[in-house]
C-alpha cells in the first residue's frame, strides 16, 4: 500500500547549518511525485520542492534539495544554512501516477526548530 | 502566498450544526482537492474535482459533500457536527489535476473548532 514515513518527530538546528529531513516512501507504481511542504505555527502549507520518479537529478530550489534514492525508496528534505523562520512542521507527500487518483499521501511530518 | 484563498479563516459551531468552507482556486488552475488535518488522522484527501466534476473521493464522511462551481470555485459542506470533526480543513488546487508530477497549492486553511 502507499505510504510516506517521516521517522523524525522532531529535530532541532543551530542557525545557519544544514540539516536534513529523512522521507521514506513505499508505492508499486513507477511513475510518481515526491513533494515536501511547510507548515509554520501560522498553518498553511506552503510548497517547496518536488521530485519526479524519472527525474535524474536531484530537485533543488534555493536553500532547499532533496537527496532521492530511489533503489532505497527514500527523499530526503536538506536545508542549508538554517535560519529562524525555517522552524516549523515538515511534511513530506507522495502522488502516484497510475491510479487515475490525485491525491497527495502525507507523511506525519517532523518538527524542526531552529536556534541562535 | 499561494494564490488559492479559502473562507472563513476560523469557525466556531456546535455539534448538529452544519457549516460551509469556501475555496477559490488559483486563476487557470481547474482542479480543486479538499483536505482535513487533525492531530489524530494527520493530513487526509477528502475529495477532488475537476472542471466542476467530482474526480476522486477519499476518506470523507457521508455527512460532508463538496461541489465545484462553473466559476471554479468549490464548497465542501459539514452537516451534522461532531466534537470529533474539529480540525483544519486545506483546500487546494492544481492545474489540470493529471499525472504525478503536478503541483498542488494549498489555501491558508479553515479552523473548524465544534464545541
Known amino acids: 500500500a502507499q505510504k510516506i514515513t517521516q521517522t523524525q518527530p522532531g529535530m532541532f538546528v543551530q542557525e545557519k547549518e544544514a540539516v536534513t529531513l529523512d522521507c521514506t516512501y513505499d508505492t508499486s507504481d513507477q511513475s510518481y511525485g515526491l513533494f515536501w511542504y511547510k507548515q509554520p505555527s501560522s498553518g498553511e502549507m506552503i510548497f517547496l520542492i518536488y521530485q519526479g520518479s524519472y527525474d535524474e537529478q536531484n530537485a533543488t530550489e534555493g536553500r532547499y534539495s532533496l537527496n532521492f534514492q530511489k533503489a532505497r525508496k527514500s527523499a530526503n528534505l536538506v536545508i542549508s544554512a538554517s535560519q529562524l523562520g525555517d522552524s516549523a512542521m515538515y511534511f513530506c507527500?507522495?502522488?502516484?501516477?497510475?491510479?487515475?487518483?490525485?491525491?497527495?499521501?502525507f507523511g506525519t511530518g517532523t518538527r524542526l526548530q531552529v536556534f541562535p | 502566498d499561494s494564490g488559492v484563498t479559502q473562507t472563513p479563516k476560523h469557525l466556531i459551531t456546535a455539534t448538529g450544526q452544519r457549516v460551509t468552507l469556501r475555496c477559490s482556486p488559483r486563476s487557470g488552475d481547474l482542479s480543486v482537492y479538499w483536505y482535513q488535518q487533525s492531530l489524530d488522522q494527520g493530513l487526509q484527501f477528502l475529495i477532488q474535482y475537476y472542471n466542476g466534476e467530482e474526480r476522486a473521493k477519499g476518506n470523507i464522511l457521508e455527512r460532508f459533500s463538496a461541489q465545484q462551481f462553473p466559476d471554479l470555485h468549490s464548497e465542501l459542506n459539514l452537516s451534522s457536527l461532531e466534537l470529533g470533526d474539529s480540525a483544519l480543513y486545506f483546500c487546494?488546487?492544481?492545474?489540470?489535476?493529471?499525472?504525478?508530477?503536478?503541483?498542488?497549492?494549498f489555501g491558508p486553511g479553515t479552523r473548524l473548532l465544534v464545541l
Open positions: 507527500a507522495m502522488r502516484e501516477g497510475m491510479m487515475n487518483t490525485d491525491k497527495l499521501i
Open positions: 487546494a488546487s492544481s492545474e489540470q489535476g493529471g499525472g504525478p508530477q503536478e503541483t498542488q497549492y
